[in-house]
């Protein structure tokens, strides 16, 4: 990515607006951040403990949010007494497993799209995004009938289908954009070279992987942080992670520490994700938008 | 090693024809150009011998085999793209290895041919970078080297060095044309500067319009060119055309301008047959065929008025405005006359051409 030192000269508006961005941003991280460090302390403390309120205007007081012994209690109750073993392997066969079905076809189906003339091409394409303009909950209903009479309802198969449904217009829509920017001489050079045209296709996958990388990883997060389907289509044989927690908050009681608990065993997965690969994905995705 | 026939071959795009009833055949081990401005439809004609389009209509044979229906990779071509289209993730030398790597060779044979081609080009120690870590004139030479590896039946050079700075281009076109004669495999060669196909060329095929106009060699080509478009095209710079009326019979025929009536030689008039006799025709010189005095030579000298003077390092261009159109002729630097100043061209008719006011075609 080309990026160039931009040239500026200070004017007090310019110092003016900078000190706001500064404030700014400030307010802003407080406002991201807090909810996932209220939730990462609460997660090791005690019913008790967690329930200790300052004072409203009892600066001082704050103190009392970092006051408490860390227990791992309730992480243990995740596993012991709920099954969230199961769960994790639930949303990672159903994020995973509808992220690679996505990439395979809609790799193949974005191939095609960016390199095959065929007549209808362009409504085809429209058709294939317009799936994913009407919101999901439009079409929940339907989807629900169809999927209980095929008995896919509470099952794994039946979620990955479902998050595919959703994944693969993306897939082909995002992989285009990428297919496009590979120059076609390359496939032409490997066929003269002695490639069959699929080998051709398979050759240039390298060039195109910042791409598909972008996109498993936006469709992983799709799919884990589902909730919809996974009430719905999943409830039952394959509950996942975000339907789990939401089941600790019983008619009698809710467990708030179990739900913290379960809120970072969901979160940390796709935050250590977002750091490792973020290089990666924001190269994935400006690379396909920009014509380099 | 491999005759290429072209026969009756046609292209069309939807309804337009790109290529129309193209006959050639590049004799086995020759250096055949195809030459012609872009969208004549050389590309594409290359790229039906290569196999990456589908034949609308004829055959393409290379000896006795038909290979209108084999996939690119049964054809045994090796082809050298316009803009290189070398692999970015690979390095050179795996650019280089690819097609030995598709057809199975094993690690030896690569290594050595590998090796081979890239001391051949003078990129050895180039081997082991990649394609973005390389200049323009490098990539194109792995190119080559991906193309000559294989040892195969044809090359197809498809405006190889058309990206390059001019000082590289001319370097290449000596080499690529050693190269040729070294391995001594037919090579077809598309290109658009006429300098390329002249100077490299066994054989030229100009096309225009998706249609051949001229098959021959270049000096056929710039010496003998069938039409005025050709001969337009072909010579830099370029053969400069005025419109002449033809007066008189038998053997005193003349061209007729405002500016001059210069008589054509004996032989000359019997080729301008009788049909042309009494209309126009468009006379064809070329900037070195006259040469430029500021005294009347003769009679039958062009009077002009200098319009510019470009001094070209050894040759000079002087342009003249003649009472409807200016001409160009190049001259040595020493000349001497000044923009604005009388000045009197002399046509050397050996080599000037006269073309058929209509149709274009030449009548010498």
Redesign the interface.
Known sequence: MASRDVVSYDTPLSRALSIFGTVFVAFYLVWTLLPFVVMFVSSFKDMLEAFKLPVVGDWAGMTVFFDFSPTLKHYTTLFTENSFGTYIMNSLIAAGGSAVISVIFGSLAAYSLSRVDFRGKQDLFFWIISTRMAPVVAVMVPLYAIFRSLDLVGTLPGLILAYTTFNLPFAIWMLKGFFDNV?Y??E?????????RF?AFR?IL??VAPGIGAFVVLCVLFAWNDFLFAAIIGSGGAKTLPVATRELVQPQNIQWGSIMAAGVVTTAPMMLLGLVIRKYLVAGLTMGAVKE | MATVTIRNVWKYYGETPAVKDLNITCPDGSFVSILGPSGCGKSSTMRMI???EHISSGDILFDEQRVNDL???D?D???V???Y?????KSVYENIA??LR??GASESTVKERVEGAAKLLEISHLLGRRPHELSGGQKQRVAIG?AIV?EPKLF?FDEPIAHLDAKLRAHMRGEIKHLQRTLGTTMIYVTHDQLEALSMADYIAVMHDGELQQWGTPSEIFNNPVNAWVAGFVGEPAMNFLTCGIKGEGDGVSLMHKNFEIPLLPGQVRQLNGAAQTGVARMGVRPDAMSISMTRPSEAAIRGEIFVNELLGGDMLVEVELDDCRIRVKTTPEFAGKPGETCYLTVNRDKWHVFDAGDGHAYF
């Open positions: 120059p001489a390359i032409e050079a490997q066929m003269v070279d002695g490639a069959t080998e050759s390298p060039l | 290569a196999g990456l996939a690119p990779k054809r071509v090796a082809m793209f316009e803009n289209a070398l692999y970015p993730h690819n097609p598709l057809r991906r294989r197809l």
